[in-house]
């Protein structure tokens, strides 16, 4: 189990925010208050069920701030595990109601990219979608170029291949994609964030706070982004 945990002051918080990230193996959870802003990332797999509450009410805890106190709750809306989206989804949902505050959910996807928004040049994540088949999306300076992609390997490739250097993979199958690469089949050599492997609980916290600035509150609208169907979805489709 790898856990990455911080501390750190910070300029004041507009509003005390939580941000809850269970859409990979890593469970990264982030406070801020006006004070300072608290993080975690810990890799224990899809264990979520059993891990997000206790880890939640120990941060809480740590930072001495009551659950109804609450003046925001961010969740990462996917695409990624199906179980685990859900998992944290229904907990974020239910912290904010007791709280009575507002929710906003951060495309996994655009989370990843936004801690990336300064690169010069593409970044995309990448995060196994099973069967194997990619999700991923591409961003300049954090904004997203196109739709979310459930993309076979192949066809990311011949999609990378038109764009232009320098080039950014991040995300948890950075590495393994991009070791999987051979000889001249891109154009050019990518880069590969050091620190793929897990989302800074960070980064979703602000781009959600950013998200909420300018949307608002996504209150029960909000479900889950999973770009594809689920197996009992995708049966049900085939059988009809």
Sequence with gaps: MNTRRGHSVTTPASVTTLAIDTSTQALGLALETREACLFLSIRMGFRHAETLVPWVERLLAEADVEAGKLELVVVASGPG?????RIGMATAKGLAAGAGCGIVGVPTLDAWAWQHRSFPGYV???ID?????LYAAFYRSGA???GFMDVSRGDLVEKLSGLSPPLLLTGPHASRFA???VSKELPFTPAVDPLHAALHP???LRSGRRVYEREGSHGEALVPLYVRGSQAELARRGAS
């Design 129 to 133: 979608a099973r069967k194997q088949r």
């Design 124 to 126: 995309v994540p990448l």
């Design 81 to 85: 595990s199906f179980t685990g989206l």
């Design 179 to 181: 070791q999987s690469l």
């Design 202 to 204: 960070t980064a979703l």
């Design 144 to 146: 997203r170029q196109a």
